[in-house]
């Protein structure tokens, strides 16, 4: 079966715009993650939904940083008015909730996000 | 708050030498300790976990709580072991991992 899905895979915007990226999680998969990853910075962990409960946004750095996930499946990850230390690869991954191998995270190829 | 260190960036051996990861980590209760790998343009995978005392590639970490060290470890390295690691947290009752920095392996033949 496919793993997680993410698009775009590269995203080119200029200061100022709106992007969404988009995260397809494995079927099946309750949990959803984005993370960010930056050159040198490591992951930042960004948000967390878990099934119907209230996201764990803790890591959004500010508000112009938001994400839903619609019927517990897809989810899109929003960036109002950009700007350039945005610029990085935003990665998604899902988990089994349930699954033994707790802390196991499947991630997708990411999204490789340039802000001019 | 819980925090995962990471000191080198890169760390560049010859293959067949020892490798040895650096990964410490600040946490107040007891924590799940896992080794992510990212090879050239492939995903980011799980390699291993502390709780499943596994070797996987030849690799194993050990979970030193008094020195609150995971290091990743490997005897002899391999061109294909190059890669980037990342070392990753999971606190109690948290579903969300806090990763390091990531450290670079660079295995020369």
């Known amino acids: 079966g496919a793993g997680v899905s993410q698009s775009p895979s590269n995203k080119v915007t200029e200061k100022g715009k709106d992007v969404e990226l988009r995260c397809d999680p494995i079927s099946g998969h309750t949990a959803l993650y984005w993370y960010r990853q930056s050159l040198g910075q490591g992951l930042e962990f960004l948000i967390y939904f878990q099934g119907n409960s209230a996201p764990d946004k803790s890591g959004l750095p500010s508000d112009r940083f938001s994400a839903e996930r619609t019927g517990g499946s897809v989810s899109t990850l929003t960036i109002q008015r950009t700007q350039q230390e945005d610029s990085a690869v935003y990665l998604c991954?899902?988990?089994?909730?349930?699954?033994?191998?707790?802390?196991?995270?499947?991630f997708g190829e990411g999204s490789r996000l340039t802000v001019l | 708050a819980q925090r995962v260190t990471q000191p080198e960036k890169l760390l560049s051996v010859f293959k067949g030498a020892p490798v040895e990861l650096k990964c410490n980590y600040s946490y107040s209760g007891s924590p799940e300790l896992f080794w992510y790998v990212q090879y050239s343009r492939q995903r980011l995978q799980l390699l291993l976990r502390?709780?499943s005392r596994e070797s996987i590639k030849g690799f194993t970490a050990d979970l030193n709580k008094g020195e609150t060290s995971f290091h990743l470890k490997k005897p002899f390295a391999q061109e294909e072991d190059s890669a980037m690691y990342y070392c990753?947290?999971?606190?109690?009752?948290?579903?969300?991992?806090?990763f390091g920095s990531g450290t670079r392996l660079q295995v020369q033949p």
């Open positions: 990753a947290l999971k606190a109690t009752g948290r579903r969300a991992l806090t």
């Open positions: 991954a899902s988990s089994l909730v349930s699954s033994p191998l707790s802390g196991e995270l499947f």
């Open positions: 502390h709780i």
